[in-house]
Structure formats: C-alpha cells, structure tokens
C-alpha cells in the first residue's frame, strides 16, 4: 500500500513541472495512469477510503448456521468419499472416458440460479443494471437489465458500462476449492437467444502464480437476435489470454484441467436494455476439430 | 588562401556567421591551420537538434508581434477557431494553425489530447486521415532514442503516453490504422518505442477479429425504415427461404374529419415452413400476437412482432408417418434395434425446448391492436386458417413486474420511434390473461 502512495505521487509532480516550462492552463484531466505495485490488493474502488479493519474483525459468529454449516460440509464429504469408489470424478471409468458431451450448467429450478453471481459497473460507480431470473418456461434463465456508458465522476475512470454473469467458483467439502476437469473435451456448445448483441465469454482457470490471478481466457458470443434459438460452438483453441482486460502478447491456449468459472459480459458501448436467454451450456468432443490454437504463440513484440 | 575559400564557401550559408568568417579570416592570416581546423569543426559537431531548430525565417516574428499573446487553453482554441461550424475541415483547420504558430510545437501533448476530447464533437472521430493529421503534430525525429540507454529508460515518456493514448482511440472505435500511421509513428518515437508496439498490437488482433461475426451487421444501416425493416427480418427469420412481404407504406392520410393522421409501415416475413406449420394448426387453439421483442443492430434497436400458438399437448399430437415414396434411394426411417455406445452419443443429456410453433413475424413503427390487425388481415390472403383461429394480442403494456420500482418510461431515451404503448424488452404479461404463459418461442428447427 505504501508503494502505491509513493508512486502515485510522482506522475503528478512531473506533469505539474511541465505545465510551469509552458505556462499553460491544465486544459485535460492530467493522464495518470495507476502504477500497478507487485503485490495487487483486492480491488478498492476508485474515489472509496480504504477500510482499516482487521481480517478477523470481518468475521461473525452465528450457532444455527455454523450447524447447518456443519451438516452440509459432512454430508458433501461423505458423497466425496463414495464418489471415490464409483470411479474417478464420481463416474464409472467407462464413462469418464467415452463421454462426449457434458451439460455443466442447466436452468432447472431457481437454485440453479444460485450458481451465478451478476456484476455490473455501479462497482465503480457507474449506472449499468443487470439482473437474473428464471425464463418463462423454468427451463431457462433469463438475464435482463440496461447498458449505461456514462462513466462515474471520480477522476479516474474514463470509460465505463458493462454488465457481467459469471458463475460462482464450485466448492467441496469445507469450502475447499473445486475446479472443472474438461481435459477430454475441446468445445464449448451453447444454446441461447439474445437481442442481436455482442457478447463475450470469459474463462478462468486455475493458476500456479499470485500474478496471474485476473488472467482470463475470452471469446465473443455474436447473438442473432430474434425467437429462434440460436446454438452456438465454440472452440477452446480460439479462446485468447487477456488479463485485467487487456490482451496480452504471449498467448498460450486454455489449460482445461483446472477451470474455476466461466462468465458473460456485456460492454459494446450500445446504451440500453438488453436481454440474454440461456438454455444450458456444455461442453462437446468435436473429432473434426483438429486445431490446438489459433493465435501465434512465438513471441511477436521481442523486446530490444 | 585555399582553406579559406574553402570555409567561405561551407560557411556561406548559415547567415549569422558573416561576422565569424571575418574573424576567422583574421585568424587564418595568424594563426595555424590546426586552430582554423577545430574551431570549424565545432560548428559542424553542433547537435542536429539544433540545426532543425534554426532560427525561423523574418515573418514569423512579424506575426508573433500582431497577435495578442494571450493564456489561451487548447481547448478554448477549438472553440474560437470553429464557433459554429464544427466540421472535419475546421478541425483539420484549428490543427493546422496550432502547427504553424510555433516551430517547435510547445504544448502539443497537452494541444492533442484536448484534440481526442474533441473529435466526438466535431464528428471526426472514426477518421483516419484525421488520426494521421493529429499524429503529424509530434515534432519528427526528436522523441526517437538514439542508444541503448534512452531506449531502456522510456525515452519521453509523456509524448509516448501521449501517441499511445491516440492509438486507444482510434481502438476504441474500431478504426484500423494504415501505414501511413506506422511510418509517422516510426519517424516520431523510433520503432521501439511503445506508440509502434501498440500499432503491432492493433495490426495483429484487429484482421483477426475483424470478419469473426456470423451475422455480420453492415456499418452504415438503410435510413430507411422499410429497408431497415426488411433487413433485420430477413436477420431474425434464420431461412433463406422466407419472403418479405410489404404491407403497407408509410404515408400520411386525411381522414374524414380532416385530421392528418401518419400510418406507419408493416412489413412481415414468412417462411413456406411457417406456412405449412400453420396450415396445420387446430383451428380451436388461439394464435398470439407477441411483442414488441428487441433487436439490436450495432447501436439501434428495432422491435418485432411475432405469431406463434403455444405447443400442442402431447394428447393431441399426430405424428406424421414418413412417406416411404418421398425417397427412393434411401430409407428416411429405419427400425433397427441398435444400442448407441458411449462414444456416439452426439446429443446433449437435456430436455428439448418446445415453446411452440412460430408462424411469422412482423415489424411495424406502431405497435398497436388496430396495425397488427392490418398485418393479420394481410397474412390470411396467403394461409386462409388466420380467417376460423381466433387470435389474441399479448403486447406489453405497464412496467416490468420484478424491478418493483414502476419506472418503465425511463430507460427508453434511446429508442428511434416513439411507441404507443410502454417497451420493456422482456415480454410482458398482459393483465387480462388469466392462463399461465407458456413459452412463447418455438426451438430452432431444420435449417
């Protein structure tokens, strides 16, 4: 945090020292670009204090849940020790390894709807909406809500308006970490209708370095709008690494073997309502798909 | 003296340095030829900096004394310079006097990125040649590193940020550069720097999704909105069997009274598989008219109507035998007893949607009973059942029910054409209709 404070105070200096040599009125916001310490804290909105608390002040104490809490965990942690004797992952080996097609997320009741977490800009301060509910026929979820890119009056930002789903980080017993296992497959097959909108899907995985973190794979999701269904298969080898939003140079395909979550975003700029039915989302073997990755992996901004 | 003819004729030009040949005239009768030597030689090791800034030609002086100096902000440039008309001439007119007022170009960064503010203004932000003109500010050759070192430490970092910040812009709204922009980016910050790595950045992402749409959407959109109509219906109805069909035009009629009433354009669309799906409906099972449902195309949103019946429950479903006849070569249905294995299962393990039959669409500028009515009536010339089914209208009335805050008008500034009843791009619940709604959408079928 020090860090931060220090270095944020030199860009300001600088461009103050510039502004004397020309005599000019500061007619723009002066540019300064937050310099990223190494260690990256949770994200503070811009313009909010920081909290001073404590990591064990956070916590409360409740007796009925922490029983409820109780029963669930052991329950989750005996079906884990029988899965184990079914077969790997809780599947008959044959299975596990002949499977085609797998339906991972299914809108069948509202706690499926539990799975989901929905974020829009007014994190940051911004006027996006969005929101999620059960379609009209309990077979799909219907997420719905208004696009604004006015961005927040805090100094800071310059460009806002985006509104995002992403699903909820699956968790074993005790809240251990779970991750999806798609090793054996290489398409992601989607079945949703949306308003002609463009979308994009976002994947991310398990990683070995606290940096890498926000590092997430993405594709775009063009919708055609209209009442007809519209299923859509995409390719783990097009997904391109991205981190914090921006693309990065050295692009290597998605390791399939640990993915923590998938997400949809929504930012073209285009205010107003939108709308996004999803039916299910699975994952297929396509054998005609061949490729391993579409992008260049060779380094093609070499340093000097 | 041959080195001092020589001399004359290297030092002729420069202007200030009539006094110094003189003097150097003075010295070459006295002193030796090496002093003569190195006191030319320090004129020609001057820095080349310096020798671009030379001092400027007398009429720049003049016109400096005319004008008043002054503290002008960037910005307030743009605004005296075009006070009305704010066109790409003018701004290519306000960078040019900001070009020419100062050879040196002080305050440029700070000029440009009050140039990028204002483009949206102007109209001039998706521009190239303007890009490519505003890039031209940077003075040349000056920010470009010239050893290792400079090149380690960010080499003017501020007019870097400044050339990058540019490139965002023109990224921001989708323009690909060209190589014009690579080469005044090369000659202003080097190849290096980061301006021209961006500039990489771009020229490799963008080609690579630039054609990734399926349903491509042109960038200039039909003004008019009968073409404008056709076209997204012909998006939406995902056959390209389906023919569009123009019920009628925009005109404006007289009425009796002699009001002046405008009547909006319907246009429908309907494919020969709609049709024989509606042929083949019960006549005692309504059909519906739903809508209006959104559709977005790049930044306007259009709405359409559709006809559909709710699925027919599994009691009353005929099922239609395959005419062994319809294909001679080979068997459309085959009786066989065969297991599928793990490894052939192509289907996904989920329950298949049935929202019901669609049987047409419709757009129209006016949403109301009276203009799709007109646009039922048209659609029974082609399938005489629209004449025995009773149709019910479920267009959206009153605001969404979920949100709980009865604000259903304020969302809708964007919207092209007024509508009479309240938009609300989910599909509503007219309050009159007891029974459940079922869903209102049929699955994608053979295409």
Redesign the interface.
């Known amino acids: 945090m020090l860090l931060q404070k220090i270095t944020r105070l030199r860009p300001v200096r600088?461009?103050s020292s510039?502004h004397q040599q020309?005599?000019?009125?500061?007619?723009?916001t002066a540019?300064s670009?937050p310099r990223r310490s190494v260690i990256q804290n949770e994200y503070r909105r811009p313009g909010q204090p920081r909290e001073n608390k404590f990591p064990w002040q956070k916590i409360n104490f409740d007796f009925s849940k922490g029983l409820q809490g109780i029963k669930k965990h052991f329950a989750l942690l005996k079906k884990e020790f029988l899965a184990r004797w079914v077969g790997p992952q809780g599947k008959p080996i044959?299975?596990h390894m002949?499977?085609?097609?797998r339906?991972i997320w299914?809108f069948r009741g509202p706690e499926s709807l539990e799975q989901w977490t929905l974020s829009s800009d007014q994190e940051i301060g911004g006027q996006s909406e969005i929101?999620l509910?059960l379609?009209?026929?309990t077979?799909?979820c219907?997420l719905?809500g208004?696009l604004s890119s006015v961005p927040p009056r805090d100094g800071e930002t310059r460009?806002s308006g985006y509104c995002t789903m992403r699903s909820k980080q699956p968790l074993a017993s005790f809240d251990r970490k779970e991750h999806y296992d798609w090793t054996s497959f290489n398409t992601l097959?989607l079945r949703v209708?949306g308003?002609?909108?463009?979308w994009m899907i976002n994947l991310a995985a398990e990683m070995y370095f606290s940096h890498q973190k926000d590092d997430i794979y993405s594709y775009?999701l063009?919708?055609?709008?209209?009442?007809?269904?519209?299923?859509v298969k995409i390719p783990f080898s097009k997904f391109f690494l991205s981190h914090r939003g921006r693309?990065q140079?050295d692009q290597h395909p998605v390791w399939l073997d640990k993915v923590n979550t998938i997400g949809f975003t929504l930012g073209d700029?285009?205010?107003?309502?939108?709308?996004l039915e999803i039916?299910?989302i699975?994952v297929?073997k396509d054998y005609a798909h061949t490729e391993e990755f579409?992008?260049e992996v060779y380094k093609?901004?070499p340093e000097? | 003296m041959n080195s001092t003819r020589c001399l004359l004729l290297l030092l002729g030009r420069s202007g200030r340095s009539a006094v110094q040949h003189a003097a150097l005239l003075q010295s070459a009768s006295s002193s030796q030829p090496s002093v003569l030597q190195s006191k030319v030689l320090r004129h020609f090791h001057g820095s080349s900096a310096c020798a671009k800034n030379r001092p400027v030609p007398g009429q720049f002086n003049e016109d400096d004394k005319k004008r008043d100096r002054s503290?002008v902000?960037?910005?307030?440039l743009f605004e005296q310079l075009a006070k009305d008309v704010k066109t790409k001439a003018t701004f290519n007119k306000v960078i040019e006097v900001f070009t020419k007022r100062d050879i040196r170009r002080?305050?440029h960064?700070?000029f440009i990125?009050?140039a990028l503010?204002k483009m949206p203004e102007f109209g001039v932000e998706r521009d190239l040649a303007v890009y490519n003109k505003l890039l031209d500010v940077f003075p040349k050759e000056v920010f470009v590193p010239r050893n290792?070192i400079q090149?380690?430490f960010n080499h003017y970092p501020?007019q870097q940020?400044c050339g990058v910040?540019v490139l965002e812009q023109m990224e921001?709204y989708g323009i690909m550069p060209n190589v014009e922009t690579k080469v005044l980016l090369v000659q202003i910050f080097g190849e290096?720097g980061h301006p021209v790595?961006k500039y990489?950045?771009l020229m490799?992402?963008f080609p690579?999704?630039k054609n990734?749409?399926?349903?491509p959407?042109p960038k200039q959109l039909p003004e008019d909105p009968v073409d404008l109509a056709r076209f997204?219906l012909t998006?939406?109805?995902?056959d390209l069997d389906a023919k569009v069909t123009v019920y009628q035009l925009p005109h404006t009629d007289v009425t009796e009274s002699g009001a002046e009433i405008t009547l909006p354009h319907i246009i429908g669309i309907q494919s020969p598989s709609q049709m024989e799906l509606l042929a083949k409906h019960n006549p005692n099972r309504p059909v519906f008219v739903e809508g209006p449902?959104?559709?977005?195309?790049?930044?306007t949103?259009v709405y359409?109507y559709?006809l559909?019946a709710d699925p027919t429950p599994p009691e009353e479903k005929v099922e239609e035998l395959y005419d062994p006849e319809r294909c001679l070569d080979y068997p459309l249905q085959l009786d066989l007893d065969l297991d599928r294995?793990?490894?052939?299962?192509?289907?996904?393990?989920?329950?298949d949607?049935d929202?019901g039959p669609?049987f047409a669409?419709c757009m129209t500028s006016q949403g109301d009973q009276a203009t799709l009515n007109q646009w039922i009536s048209g659609l029974q010339e082609n399938n005489p059942i629209l004449g025995q089914v009773p149709t019910l209208f479920r267009l959206d009335s009153g605001p969404r029910e979920?949100?709980g805050v009865a604000d259903g008008e304020s969302?809708?500034s964007?919207q092209p054409h007024p509508e009479t009843q309240g938009q609300e791009?989910?599909?509503g619940e007219e309050a009159e209709v007891i029974v459940e709604?079922?869903?209102?959408?049929?699955?994608?079928t053979k295409q």
């Open positions: 600088l461009l510039i020309q005599l000019l009125l500061p007619s723009t540019l670009v044959l299975e002949l499977e085609q097609n339906v299914e929101y509910k379609g009209k026929n077979n799909t219907f719905y208004t460009y097959h209708r308003d002609g909108r463009p775009f063009y919708t055609r709008g209209g009442p007809y269904w519209q299923e693309i140079d700029k285009a205010d107003g309502p939108f709308q039916d299910f699975g297929c579409a992008y093609r901004n000097v | 503290l902000a960037h910005e307030d002080r305050g960064v700070e990125y009050a503010k290792f090149r380690m501020r940020e910040q921001n290096k790595r990489q950045r490799y992402w690579k999704f990734i749409n399926p349903f959407v997204s998006r939406i109805a995902n449902f959104p559709l977005w195309l790049r930044k949103c359409y559709i559909r294995d793990f490894g052939d299962e192509e289907s996904f393990d989920v329950e949607l929202e669609v669409m979920l949100q969302h809708h964007y791009p989910e599909p709604e079922e869903p209102r959408r049929s699955q994608g």
